[in-house]
């Protein structure tokens, strides 16, 4: 039941992030950015403003939505294989240890 619970959680985030990802660049919030305006007044670097209204990085923030929203994706379709790997119970070899040689540190 946790195991379902887990992957489930981790659908959901990973949906949010994406979708978050994925319009947060377009948005006015990405223009009008309270954080932004104060690193850029204690950094004193006025062209960090320029560089994060880009094109081009909003376009790869973009694509790092897409690439969580592909991930969630891929979880959905392989929800029971996950759940099945997560339920198993781990395996305790007791032995792993004694089956190697202990090299002799003597000169």
């Known amino acids: 039941m946790s195991a379902k619970i887990t992957v489930i959680f981790y659908i959901a985030i990973c949906f949010e992030v ?8 377009w948005s006015d919030f990405w223009i009008d950015n ?3 305006e104060y690193l850029v007044s204690r950094l004193h670097w006025q062209s960090l403003i320029a560089i994060l209204q880009s094109g ?11 690439v969580n929203l592909f991930i969630c994706i ?9 759940v099945a790997t997560l339920s198993q119970p781990e395996k ?5 240890y004694q089956d190697q040689a202990m090299p002799n540190n003597q000169s």
């Open 18 to 25: 994406g979708i978050v990802l994925l319009i947060a660049p």
């Open 34 to 36: 309270f954080f932004l």
């Open 56 to 66: 081009y990085i909003k376009g790869a923030i973009s694509g790092l939505g897409i």
């Open 74 to 82: 891929g979880e959905i379709k392989n929800f029971r294989q996950v």
């Open 92 to 96: 305790k070899d007791d032995n792993a």
